[in-house]
C-alpha cells in the first residue's frame, strides 16, 4: 500500500500551535523532511521509533523531491514539514509540480502563519471598522523580485493593515517605501521568531522603528506590521463591530429598537 505525501504547515514556532491533524501525521510519518532552521525540533520528539528525518535546510529541489519520491515508493507515510503555513512564502508549489509529473498523490494541512500568531501575542485584531478593513500580506524586491505593481509603495498607498514578510534586514527600505503614505507616527510591531523562547516585539513608529530594530539587534526571521489598527489601545474611542450591535439585524438576530 502506498499513502499519499502529506505537506503539513508547523506553525510559528510554539510546538503547541500545529494543528491536531498536523501532529497526527507527524506522530504516524515513517519518513519526515523538514525544514530545520525554521521548525522547532520539539515537534519531532514524538515521532514513533524508527522513523526517518531529513533536515531540508541545505537541500535543493531535487533533493528533496527523491526523498519524498523514494518514502513513497517504499510504501512509508511521508511528512514534509514547512514553517508557519505552507501557501505563504512555503516554496510548496514547485514541489507539488514535481509530484504531479510523477504520478505521486499529496494533500496539504494548513498551519498558523507568524501575522496571526503576532496578532495573538499583541492580543490585537488586524481590522477594525473605520479603520482598516483590509490586510495585505507581502515582501519587499531582494534576491526574489516581486511583479510589477507590486512593490512596496504601491500597497502602501492603500493604507491597510500592511504585513511585510522577509525583509527586516531592510528595515531602512521598508520604511523609505511605505511613510510618504503611512505618515511618520503612524505605529510599526517588528515580530522576531514567534512563539520561541527567545520571541522578541518591538514596537515604535515610522520614526523611531529602524533605530529601535537595529538597537534590539533583530535582522532576520521577523515580520513588520505597519497600520493603524495598533493605534486601537491609543484611548480614542472606537467604533464597534455591527456583528454584536443590537440595532443590526442578521439571519441569527432580531434588532431591538431602542423605545
Known sequence: ?????????????????????????????????????????????????????????????????????????????????HTGDPALYGAIQEQMELLDRDGIPYSVVPGVSAVFAAAAALTQELTLPEVSQTLILTRMAGRTPVPE????????????????????????????????????????????????????????TLDDIVQKVKASGIGRQAIIMVGEVFNARSGKELKKSKLYDESFEHGFRKARVSS
Not at 529541489?61 to 514539514?81: D, I, S
Not at 512596496?152 to 493593515?161: D, E, F, G, I, Y
Request: glycine share 8%.
Open 1 to 81: 500500500m502506498k499513502y499519499p505525501i502529506h505537506f503539513v504547515g508547523a506553525g510559528p514556532g510554539d510546538p503547541e500551535l500545529i494543528t491536531v491533524k498536523g501532529k497526527r501525521l507527524l506522530q504516524e510519518a515513517d519518513c519526515i523532511v523538514y525544514a530545520g532552521s525554521l521548525v522547532p525540533e520539539a515537534l519531532l520528539q514524538d515521532r514513533k521509533p524508527g522513523a526517518a528525518i531529513h533536515n531540508s535546510a541545505s537541500m535543493t529541489l531535487p533533493q528533496t523531491h527523491a526523498l519524498l519520491r523514494e518514502g513513497y515508493e517504499r510504501g512509508e507515510r511521508v511528512v514534509r514539514l
Open 149 to 204: 505593481g507590486e512593490d512596496l509603495r504601491s500597497l502602501a498607498q492603500h493604507r491597510a493593515t500592511l504585513v511585510i514578510y522577509l525583509s527586516v534586514q531592510q528595515i531602512e527600505k521598508v520604511v523609505s517605501e511605505v511613510s510618504p503614505c503611512y505618515g511618520p507616527e503612524t505605529p510599526v510591531v517588528v515580530a522576531y521568531r514567534l512563539g520561541w523562547p527567545d520571541e522578541l516585539i518591538v514596537k515604535g
